[in-house]
């Protein structure tokens, strides 16, 4: 490996953007447009400067080579978006809230019996503790329903972060006063960062997790959240994962797309009951 130097060349030329747009698409699925360019281009510098390499060029040049498979986990942090909040979109939080926990456990308690919610592209954590908090604010302190979240992302980075629960004071307090009482926290108030309650962290199993490829967990789910994530996607991909999460999915089980996103065909057993919600039929 060369010698760390003060400036790189972040040039991206048209075959390097090539490459890089189709070893991803490999990898994870995730369609790079040409538009996205200059994105792109700052990403990778990042990884130029952090392994001391002289330029985006010699970086494309190392991805060709065998040593290089280490670094393929590092390229998919890199150009990875992540964008989230709690509570974001939060109707889906009131349907949970409203229509999904309590009949489900009205079926479950009583019986240890199951619910499972599936939190995936999770990124850095915000939307499993919003599940969570709500869930815990409908559930209370009853043994009597075995509940769990499993929040999964492919960027190993972001799942650090979110595993650790720790998060900017100023996050909280932006949140309208009927959801803020229901993130709980440990440790003094003041603070510049606030760590999510031992409580909620313990409600989530966070593990890496790569779409495209197979997936370990054999469900079912009752609910799924998948937010935001199909835009990255072409509409083959799109297809296969959704039959995948349909599969997965209990019978009358529910499914959260993002708010600017929609089947990418109709799908024969899903049924829409709301704005981006879908229902599993039986």
């Known amino acids: 490996m060369p010698a760390p130097q003060a400036l790189a060349d972040a040039t991206l030329t048209r075959d390097d953007m090539g490459f890089i747009a189709k070893l991803v698409y490999e990898q994870a699925g995730i369609v790079i447009r040409?538009?996205?360019?200059?994105?792109?281009?700052?990403?990778?510098?990042?990884?130029?400067?952090?392994?001391?390499?002289?330029?985006?060029?010699?970086?494309?040049?190392?991805?060709?080579?065998?040593?290089?498979?280490?670094?393929?986990?590092?390229?998919?942090?890199?150009?990875?978006?992540?964008?989230?909040?709690?509570?974001?979109?939060?109707?889906?939080?009131?349907?949970l809230r409203k229509d999904v926990l309590p009949r489900l456990i009205s079926e479950r308690s009583g019986r240890r019996g199951r619910i499972r919610i599936w939190s995936s592209a999770c990124s850095s954590g915000e939307?499993?503790?919003?599940?969570?908090?709500?869930?815990?604010?409908?559930?209370?302190?009853?043994?009597?329903?075995?509940?769990?979240?499993?929040?999964?992302?492919?960027?190993?980075?972001?799942?650090?972060?979110?595993?650790?629960?720790?998060?900017?004071?100023?996050?909280?307090e932006r949140l309208p006063p009927d959801l803020k009482p229901l993130l709980k926290f440990d440790g003094p108030a003041g603070r510049s960062e606030v760590r999510i309650s031992d409580d909620l962290r313990r409600l989530i199993a966070f593990k890496r997790l790569n779409l495209i490829e197979k997936w370990p967990m054999g469900g079912p789910f009752d609910v799924v959240f998948c937010r935001n994530v199909f835009i990255y996607f072409d509409t083959q991909t799109k297809a296969s994962i959704l039959d995948r999460f349909v599969t997965l999915l209990a019978p009358g089980g529910f499914l959260y797309l993002g708010h600017s996103e929609s089947l990418p065909q109709p799908h024969p057993q899903l049924r829409l009951i709301g704005r981006t919600i879908y229902e599993r039929l039986p």
């Not at 996205?36 to 060709?64: F, I, P, Q």
């Not at 992302?153 to 720790?166: H, N, P, S, V």
């Open 34 to 95: 040409e538009h996205k360019e200059a994105m792109t281009r700052g990403r990778l510098a990042r990884r130029v400067k952090a392994l001391g390499l002289g330029s985006v060029a010699e970086y494309c040049a190392y991805l060709k080579t065998p040593g290089a498979v280490d670094e393929i986990p590092e390229l998919i942090n890199a150009v990875t978006t992540n964008h989230t909040a709690f509570f974001r979109e939060r109707h889906h939080f009131d349907h």
């Open 127 to 172: 939307e499993p503790y919003s599940i969570a908090a709500t869930s815990r604010d409908v559930i209370g302190s009853r043994s009597d329903v075995d509940f769990r979240i499993l929040a999964t992302d492919i960027d190993t980075d972001i799942l650090d972060r979110a595993e650790a629960g720790l998060y900017p004071a100023e996050l909280f």
